[in-house]
């Protein structure tokens, strides 16, 4: 069955950058298109980032472009996202997403001094 493996959250301080990671298993993550959300308390679910199947065409919100990067190793069945310049506005449950199908188990990152 499909898995991820969410991992790289956490509290972390205004400012500092993460790596979250999301390794996955149970259907081929070298062809699939994948994503990153977020949501927020009391947000709906946000979609910060998305990255082609080969990793050569990405994409993001506005409200993430510069301080976000959204990358894939397909060796691995990991897709990335590194995140800098950590915002308390990024405070949330950080999701990645496959083939707009599948779903991860969510993430909490907290950005707080």
């Known amino acids: 069955q499909v898995q991820f493996v969410e991992s790289g959250g956490g509290l972390v301080q205004p400012g500092d950058s993460l790596r979250l990671s999301c390794a996955a298993s149970g259907f081929t993550f070298s062809g699939a298109f994948m994503e990153w959300y977020r949501q927020a308390p009391g947000k709906e679910r946000e979609l910060v980032a998305t990255i082609s199947s080969t990793g050569s065409s990405t994409n993001y919100a506005d409200s993430v472009k510069g301080r976000f990067t959204i990358s894939r190793d397909n060796a691995k069945n990991t897709v990335y996202l590194q995140i800098n310049s950590l915002k308390p506005e990024d405070t949330a449950v950080y999701y990645c997403?496959?083939?707009?199908?599948?779903w991860g188990q969510g993430i909490q990152v907290t950005v707080s001094s």
């Open positions: 997403h496959a083939n707009r199908v599948f």
